[in-house]
């Protein structure tokens, strides 16, 4: 015959069996360390932030509370940033919106988008391409014949070179020129002193290119009098980032035609409580 419960002790410790399994049950969770179908939101000025065990965060993402741009940063357990997109490095970063750049361990930019040109690398700074030519010393020509000549793809906005040129008795002329989709444009041109060196240095951006195009350079020289002889030579050549906001170059028209086109229609007013 069934167990009948037949004193209220008995029925009371039936009931404390039953609230026993309910409370271990309400204790029971599925792990919380995994995301297996769905997204994860965060918004409304939201961050991510992961921490190491000594606190130091590793990485970020979302908007700055400070600045407001949203950004990730990942970082060194050292707290030094490695890799950052946005303006989120220091509390004072002002760095154009969505600026990527890649650290060293000691706090050097050493991969990064141009600060003042959108079109452009601003680190690191890439050579140009200059070889010499058999006029490159001992020339004795009164007309202008290339010194140097080279071929380079553009990686940063703004060319700097560094020359030097000797001319004997009635001095000289040297001038560089740069040639870009089959135009020809004059950056510079001096005059040399007689039985000296006369230094150059010639900073241009690099207007009309986009980025990787290529761009020939020619180093020309000639002597003012006839019978005499000119060197020209290079110290440096390479391009590099701009400094200030006068040096970005002037895009290309098609480029500033596709950027006018590309731009996002005004968004419709909104209407409180709608």
């Known amino acids: 015959m069934p167990y009948v419960p037949q004193d209220v002790l008995d029925r009371i410790a039936a009931l404390e069996r039953e609230v026993r399994q309910l409370r271990g049950r309400a204790q029971i969770r599925p792990a919380l360390n995994q995301i297996l179908h769905g997204d994860v939101t965060i918004g409304e000025g939201g961050r991510l932030i992961v921490r190491d065990p000594d606190g130091t965060a590793v990485f970020q993402t979302g908007q700055t ?26 509390p004072d970063d002002d760095a154009p919106s969505q600026m990527v750049r890649m650290w060293d361990r000691n706090r050097n930019i050493i991969v990064m988008d141009d600060y003042y040109s959108d079109e452009f690398l601003g680190r690191p700074w890439m050579p140009v391409q200059l070889h010499p030519t058999e006029r490159q010393g001992g020339y004795t020509g009164t007309n202008y014949d290339s010194a140097w000549i080279g071929t380079t793809p553009a990686h940063n906005a703004v060319l700097y070179l560094s020359l030097s040129t000797y001319a004997n008795t009635g001095g000289g002329q040297a001038r560089v020129v740069l040639v870009h989709d089959g135009n020809e444009t004059e950056l510079d041109e001096w005059d040399c002193a007689a039985n000296q060196w006369t230094g150059r240095q010639i900073t241009h951006p690099l207007d009309g290119l986009r980025f990787l195009s290529y761009f020939s350079l020619r180093v020309e020289h000639r002597n ?15 391009t590099r980032n701009t400094f200030t906001e006068d040096e970005a170059p002037d895009v290309p028209l098609e480029v500033a035609s596709n950027a006018r086109s590309a731009a996002p229609l005004a968004a419709a007013p909104t209407v409180e409580g709608a």
């Open 65 to 90: 509370p400070g600045i407001g741009d949203y950004y990730t940063t990942m970082f060194r357990d050292t707290g030094v940033p490695a890799l950052t997109i946005g303006a989120n490095s220091y």
């Open 224 to 238: 003012k009098s006839t019978g005499q002889n000119c060197e020209t030579r290079v110290w440096s050549a390479y």
